[in-house]
């Protein structure tokens, strides 16, 4: 049941992220709200099937929460116009392009924890789970 709170968890934490980043009803706050989504889906699909839910080395309850708590702070300290101006102006070098805004490193950001880090990290650790004949546990089925 708990991870079920933590699934209605996700989108609410990116509504605030939305709103105190002043996305709005864009495709950046729609991808804002969907991101969390995707890895709390998987940890709780693999907590169901084989009793163990598995993090990752980013995952939400810890580093996702310290990164939206800075995320939210800069935004707090500075407004969310932070989020809607250049790259290089707030660091001073051109990052890739003089074009790159600071939303575009956000949404950088959490493709590649989703894809580089968790996805892979959470891909290994079920296959080191046990097959089905050796524990009577299908990963895969319903």
Do not use: K
Request: charged share 5%.
């Amino acid at each position: 049941m708990v991870v079920g709170i933590d699934s209605l968890n996700c989108p609410l934490a990116g509504l605030v992220m939305v709103a105190a980043c002043g996305y709005g009803s864009t495709p950046l706050g729609l991808f804002t709200v969907l991101i969390p989504c995707p890895t709390m889906f998987l940890s709780s699909w693999e907590q169901y099937h084989t009793g163990i839910l598995y993090l990752g080395f980013i995952n939400g309850p810890c580093e996702g929460i310290m990164i939206a708590c800075t995320i939210m702070g800069l935004a707090a300290a500075y407004g969310p116009q932070f989020y809607h101006q250049r790259a290089i102006d707030v660091f001073g070098w051109v990052v890739i392009d003089e074009s790159i805004m600071m939303w575009h490193l956000f949404v950088a950001m959490c493709l590649i924890a989703f894809f580089i880090v968790h996805l892979p990290s959470w891909y290994r650790y079920l296959l080191s789970l046990p097959s089905t004949a050796d524990c009577g546990v299908s990963i895969m089925s319903t």
